[in-house]
């Protein structure tokens, strides 16, 4: 066996005794160096005390003329922090191993017009130009999360943000993934960099947003179990021989590169605004808005496997000792836009209700592949109408009127009963005609060919949402009609449904709180009309309950309590590592199992901790293995702990 395999896990039972030593030691040196702080402070002579402010906004906040009602506050809350592992926060399902392969839960389909490589099975580890938060802060702020598990799995996020002046933020993010996994040959490696700026102007005219993204992930890929393996009776512990594994020397490696740019300038007037009695100021109100963004992106995917594989390939094309595959992607992207913002023309006019935006986009994108060597460009324009007021209207729209994906559009319209920041109501219809992805359309491998010219996939769906802050409820139904709708079937082989699908989709969102007892909720029920081609749980729900106390003068915070997550049983996608693609499968069913964790949160001052025990059931009935995906069998009973900590300095 790999010598890598062999290391004694960092969570054994020696190493989780000494972890709950330390914590309670942690505890308590925190609880006493709060108290003696508290203690020389009443006798120190006070100095005035600069109080942290620390908010951020995303990119499509820069849409709105007054940025400041955009800003959100930094995460405090001690709820929830015990769900580190992203698949189980966004409903997701993953291979069995924090880093590796997944796909959500809740079906959705691609809506966005830019030409697109096909890779998705990252997605949810990687960051993005729209997952950028851009900050603004009067001190210098860092937050060190760390979370440790079984098998040396880690997982490290680190953020540090600050302000040069008051016009200009720089900062950078830092994520690590690390696990050895469960199964033979299954090491996850993740690594996610991003700095990112924003400047803006005295005259708050200009605004100039950058980040720099680097995604990296390098997996070992096994394929799955064998499906002669008997049932497994402590995979809490076990590492598997490579023969009950397919793949015993197979790897991926998928580098992702994003530069992204987004600047604007506001025309208006200014107006005198009266600070006191004896003094008014100029105040800027901006009325319209020209913007530029760039997209500088490569993309490289990679699959190797230097030993025959029997049973997993079924066939070779160039060399059947060895397979080592490559697709490389580079995509420039320019967008302008100008608009009209929902303030007043003059110091006179009344407050501007109709609101438009135009833009017109281009894109190049240069794709290669063992003998394959294209590039492509498109041309869009695109629209935006909107009501502004309570009770709004918004229709928008994008065409390709240029290039290789001619013809296709989006289009939405979404009418507001009521649109307030505490709550909205609203209905919302979308059109969209969508080409397919360069993945889909074309692939030259050692194991897989394919070259199709396939038709645009046409969906509609309808959706209603109501979100009311003040009863902790957000609900989403949705019904989605989908015709010419692109999969991959039993052979991992992309194809195209000539029929008409049909989806219903309900999300629902309830918290409820009752002194100091919490109930969190939420469920989605999703009914496919067609099971042939979409595979999706009916019913999927993730459940938290708990109790909340304070203590030690209401200097710790603490949490006890469990998370419950479960779905119906349904026939799963199946993965293949050589593409990155989950396809349809027929022959074993996933889910029907409640999984159970117990956790234990604590908080004192900005400092957070937890303590979960995962997969409870496990240890009633250890003969009772359950997977996400068919063919990985996730781990059983486990102790995962972790530190969040936020400095304000």
Not at 462 to 468: D, K, R, W, Y
Not at 576 to 586: D, S
Request: net charge neutral; aromatic share 16%.
């Amino acid at each position: 066996m790999n010598k890598t395999f062999q290391r004694v896990p960092m969570t054994g039972i020696l190493g989780k005794r000494l972890f709950l030593k330390v914590l309670l030691c942690l505890i308590l040196s925190l609880v006493q160096l709060h108290s003696y702080s508290a203690t020389t402070d009443s006798v120190k002579k006070k100095k005035p005390k600069i109080i942290s402010k620390v908010k951020y906004i995303y990119e499509d906040a820069l849409s709105h003329a007054h940025l400041d009602s955009q800003y959100q506050k930094v995460d405090t809350v001690l709820d929830g922090i015990e769900i580190f592992n992203p698949a189980f926060q966004q409903s997701y399902k993953y291979l069995d191993n924090l880093g590796t392969a997944s796909e959500p839960n809740l079906f959705n389909i691609r809506n966005t017009l830019g030409i697109d490589l096909g890779y998705h099975q990252f997605d949810l580890f990687f960051f993005r130009p729209d997952s950028i938060k851009y900050y603004h802060t009067n001190t210098p702020f860092t937050e060190i999360d760390y979370e440790q598990g079984s098998k040396s799995e880690g997982y490290i996020r680190v953020l540090h943000t600050q302000n040069i002046n008051d016009q200009w933020n720089v900062g950078l993010n830092y994520n690590r993934i690390g696990s050895d996994g469960t199964l033979y040959h299954q090491i996850s490696s993740v690594t996610d960099f991003d700095f990112f700026t924003w400047y803006k102007s005295k005259n708050k005219r200009y605004n100039i947003i950058a980040s720099y993204i680097i995604n990296t992930e390098k997996n070992q890929e096994n394929g799955g179990m064998n499906p002669g393996v008997p049932t497994i009776d402590s995979l809490s512990s076990i590492i598997l021989n490579p023969s009950d594994v397919y793949l015993q020397n197979a790897n991926t490696t998928y580098k992702n590169h994003i530069f992204n740019v987004k600047q604007f300038y506001d025309f208006g007037y200014k107006k005198n605004v009266k600070v006191n009695d004896t003094a008014t100021i100029k105040e800027f109100v901006p009325t319209s808005r020209i913007s530029h963004s760039f997209i500088y992106e490569t993309n490289t995917y990679i699959y190797s496997d230097s030993l025959e594989s029997p049973g997993f390939y079924n066939n070779y094309y160039y060399d059947s000792a060895a397979t080592l595959d490559s697709s490389h992607y580079y995509k420039i992207e320019n967008k302008v836009s100008w608009g009209t913002l929902e303030n007043k023309n003059n110091g006179e006019d009344s407050i501007r209700k109709l609101l438009y935006q135009f833009d017109i986009a281009h894109e190049f994108v240069k794709y290669n592949q063992t003998h394959i060597d294209t590039s492509i460009q498109n041309a869009y324009i695109g629209g935006t109408i909107k009501l502004n007021s309570e009770r709004n209207f918004t229709a928008s729209g994008n065409y390709c009127f240029y290039g290789a994906s001619r013809g296709v559009y989006t289009s939405a319209l979404r009418i507001a009963i009521f649109d307030l920041p505490s709550s909205h109501l609203s209905f919302e219809i979308s059109n969209n005609s969508i080409a397919p992805s360069i993945l889909q359309s074309r692939y030259d491998g050692n194991n897989f060919y394919w070259n199709n010219n396939f038709s645009k996939t046409h969906s509609q769906a309808e959706t209603i949402e109501l979100f009311a802050r003040k009863i902790k409820t957000k609900l989403d139904i949705r019904v989605m009609n989908i015709s010419n709708y692109i999969y991959y079937d039993s052979l991992a082989m992309p194809q195209q449904s000539g029929d008409l699908i049909k989806l219903i989709q309900i999300d629902l969102t309830k918290n409820f709180h009752w002194s100091h007892l919490h109930f969190n909720n939420r469920f989605i029920y999703q009914k496919s009309l067609d099971n042939n081609v979409v595979h999706v749980p009916q019913f999927v729900t993730s459940n938290s309950l708990f109790y909340e106390m304070y203590l030690f003068k209401h200097i710790l915070q603490t949490e006890i309590g469990s998370d419950f997550h479960y779905n119906t049983a349904y026939y799963g996608d199946a993965y293949m590592p050589v593409t990155g693609q989950f396809y349809v499968q027929n022959d074993t069913k996933i889910g029907n199992y409640p999984l159970v964790d117990l956790f234990l949160n604590i908080r004192i001052k900005t400092c957070r901790l937890f303590v979960r025990g995962e997969n409870m059931l496990y240890t009633l009935n250890s003969n009772h293995n359950y997977a996400l995906v068919p063919n990985y069998t996730m781990p059983g009973f486990t102790i995962k702990f972790g530190v969040l900590w936020q400095f304000f300095d």
